[in-house]
């Protein structure tokens, strides 16, 4: 049983004091340390919680055998944790565990603090950073589906019309007993609340089904022209949006802070084979994220289920960045993605000394095959970017390009437009009332297109390699 602190400010405006347990018995790789896993999740909460904008009074930890039903950590040491609370003045306490309704309104009752665990915190960031209308939903039916059975009361403060009632129980026709005028219909207003909230529930499913309609709609006007996507994902924090931005010149947010990337953002990029390319931002990924929340963004994570290619982004400067990817790796086999195409990126090797390099150089050219081998980058300096597109180029399924000699009415301003955005236009001239055209084109974008209909002495060869 450990615990740390920090430098205390004069401000009492959101100021935590963080909980964290360990657990003796909890499965860990040889030579760990019992509870280290504990420790980093409780460091990880610290950053979680700069995030929503709290300011950290200190750190409280815990090694445990096991749960206290009632408590999660026991009467002792909520004696401990209200103590520390006082000393740093913090008025809020946030635990690194989720707490169940029981349990928190009996370390709310002990502690005289408000509390909050690492899922309502997590929501509480993701209603910050959210900004389409769909992400605000999903947040607040999130929000909601948590808030329903932590609904409580007692007493007149529940009561539409207060007081109880005698004898019959707590109002209504139950009770003879009692003074006039006070009878209560018991927790009326409790049960209105809820009612109120199954109604907003049930508002806000529907309107996130309209909006998914609305997206498919747009997906397949997409797919009219079909473009590989190809999904960046990892943890937060990974350098995922820094290397959207590198490979898209995007100006998406960076920011260090945790969940700064919420709604998803979907780019053409142009790889070097001259194949036109959407590459979507998803959200960050964190370790023991609750299934609610995946589902609350779902948006986002439909660009990684109908990803042809997946990039899994990786920060390779973080000494234990295996142990985070293994997490990723489980949320993608929670989505199904997990036998989908799939390349390692390992970001930030701009942090890296030359030793470490060199070692991680060594290490990953033993692997099995180039395929298997990851991609070294640094997104912030753009050091081996176009290594990156190449192998993105590399992994995607195959869609041969052609050169084709084309002689287009000027009428087929759609088609012109296409082979200009998803092609690559080697030579035009304009000639009567049609354009002449000789352009790399994908051959499932000529088929389509029906090119061939087009093409002058109906010449069309391999593009050169």
Same mark, same amino acid.
């Given at each position: 049983?450990?615990?740390?602190?920090?430098?205390?400010?004069?401000?009492?405006?959101?100021?935590?004091?963080?909980?964290?347990?360990?657990?003796?018995?909890?499965?860990?790789?040889?030579?760990?340390?019992?509870?280290?896993?504990?420790?980093?999740?409780?460091?990880?909460?610290?950053?979680?919680?700069?995030?929503?904008?709290?300011?950290?009074?200190?750190?409280?930890?815990?090694?445990?055998?096991?749960?206290?039903?009632?408590?999660?950590?026991?009467?002792?040491?909520?004696?401990?944790?209200?103590?520390?609370?006082?000393?740093?003045?913090?008025?809020?306490?946030?635990?690194?565990?989720?707490?169940?309704?029981?349990?928190?309104?009996?370390?709310?009752?002990?502690?005289?603090?408000?509390?909050?665990?690492?899922?309502?915190?997590?929501?509480?960031?993701?209603?910050?950073?959210?900004?389409?209308?769909?992400?605000?939903?999903?947040?607040?039916?999130?929000?909601?589906?948590?808030?329903?059975?932590?609904?409580?009361?007692?007493?007149? %403060?529940?009561?539409?019309?207060?007081?109880?009632?005698?004898?019959?129980?707590?109002?209504?026709?139950?009770?003879?007993?009692?003074?006039?005028?006070?009878?209560?219909?018991?927790?009326?207003?409790?049960?209105?609340?809820?009612?109120?909230?199954?109604?907003?529930?049930?508002?806000?499913?529907?309107?996130?089904?309209?909006?998914?309609?609305?997206?498919?709609?747009?997906?397949?006007?997409?797919?009219?022209?079909?473009?590989?996507?190809?999904?960046?994902?990892?943890?937060?924090?990974?350098?995922? %949006?820094?290397?959207?931005?590198?490979?898209?010149?995007?100006?998406?947010?960076?920011?260090?802070?945790?969940?700064?990337?919420?709604?998803?953002?979907?780019?053409?990029?142009?790889?070097?084979?001259?194949?036109?390319?959407?590459?979507?931002?998803?959200?960050?990924?964190?370790r023991d994220l609750p299934k609610d929340l995946l589902t609350a963004f779902r948006a986002t994570l439909e660009e990684v289920?109908?990803?042809?290619?997946?990039?899994?982004? %990786?920060?390779?400067?973080?000494?234990?960045?295996?142990?985070?990817?293994?997490?990723?790796?489980?949320?993608?086999?929670?989505?199904?993605?997990?036998?989908?195409?799939?390349?390692?990126?390992?970001?930030?090797?701009?942090?890296?000394?030359?030793?470490?390099?060199?070692?991680?150089?060594?290490?990953?050219?033993?692997?099995?095959?180039?395929?298997?081998?990851?991609?070294?980058?640094?997104?912030?300096?753009?050091?081996?970017?176009?290594?990156?597109?190449?192998?993105?180029?590399?992994?995607?399924?195959?869609?041969?390009?052609?050169?084709?000699?084309?002689?287009?009415?000027?009428?087929?301003?759609?088609?012109?437009?296409?082979?200009?955005?998803?092609?690559?236009?080697?030579?035009?001239?304009?000639?009567?009332?049609?354009?002449?055209?000789?352009?790399?084109?994908?051959?499932?974008?000529?088929?389509?297109?029906?090119?061939?209909?087009?093409?002058?002495?109906?010449?069309?060869?391999?593009?050169?390699?």
């Amino acid at each position: 049983m450990t615990k740390t602190s920090q430098p205390v400010s004069t401000s009492t405006a959101d100021r935590a004091l963080l909980v964290g347990l360990g657990w003796k018995r909890a499965p860990r790789f040889p030579g760990m340390p019992a509870g280290e896993q504990g420790r980093e999740s409780l460091a990880e909460l610290v950053e979680l919680a700069r995030s929503a904008g709290a300011e950290i009074a200190g750190t409280v930890f815990q090694l445990r055998e096991s749960a206290d039903p009632a408590t999660l950590v026991g009467r002792g040491k909520l004696d401990e944790i209200r103590a520390e609370a006082t000393a740093h003045k913090a008025p809020l306490i946030i635990f690194d565990s989720n707490l169940s309704p029981m349990q928190q309104r009996n370390i709310e009752a002990a502690t005289e603090r408000r509390v909050i665990d690492r899922t309502q915190l997590i929501l509480d960031i993701f209603a910050r950073h959210a900004r389409s209308r769909e992400g605000q939903l999903q947040v607040e039916l999130a929000q909601l589906n948590y808030m329903l059975p932590r609904l409580t009361g007692k007493g007149a %403060s529940m009561s539409r019309l207060g007081g109880k009632s005698g004898g019959g129980g707590s109002g209504g026709a139950g009770g003879g007993a009692g003074r006039i005028g006070v009878r209560g219909p018991g927790e009326k207003k409790l049960e209105t609340d809820r009612r109120r909230i199954r109604d907003r529930v049930s508002k806000i499913k529907n309107s996130i089904e309209d909006i998914r309609k609305q997206r498919a709609l747009r997906r397949e006007a997409r797919n009219a022209v079909p473009l590989g996507t190809i999904a960046l994902v990892g943890y937060t924090n990974a350098g995922k %949006s820094t290397l959207f931005n590198a490979l898209s010149r995007a100006e998406v947010l960076v920011s260090s802070r945790m969940f700064a990337t919420l709604d998803p953002t979907i780019r053409a990029i142009r790889l070097p084979s001259h194949r036109r390319v959407l590459v979507s931002d998803t959200v960050g990924f964190i370790r023991d994220l609750p299934k609610d929340l995946l589902t609350a963004f779902r948006a986002t994570l439909e660009e990684v289920q109908e990803a042809a290619l997946i990039l899994h982004v %990786s920060d390779v400067s973080n000494p234990r960045h295996a142990e985070i990817d293994e997490e990723v790796d489980k949320i993608l086999n929670d989505l199904g993605v997990s036998e989908r195409p799939k390349l390692l990126v390992l970001n930030k090797v701009d942090r890296l000394t030359s030793e470490q390099r060199s070692s991680l150089t060594r290490r990953h050219s033993n692997g099995s095959g180039f395929d298997d081998t990851p991609v070294l980058v640094s997104a912030l300096t753009g050091e081996d970017i176009d290594e990156l597109l190449r192998r993105m180029d590399a992994a995607l399924p195959v869609d041969p390009v052609v050169t084709m000699s084309l002689r287009l009415p000027l009428a087929e301003g759609r088609t012109l437009a296409l082979v200009h955005a998803l092609g690559r236009v080697l030579h035009s001239e304009v000639e009567d009332a049609h354009m002449l055209l000789d352009a790399e084109v994908p051959v499932s974008i000529a088929r389509r297109l029906k090119l061939n209909t087009f093409a002058a002495d109906g010449t069309s060869r391999p593009a050169r390699a």
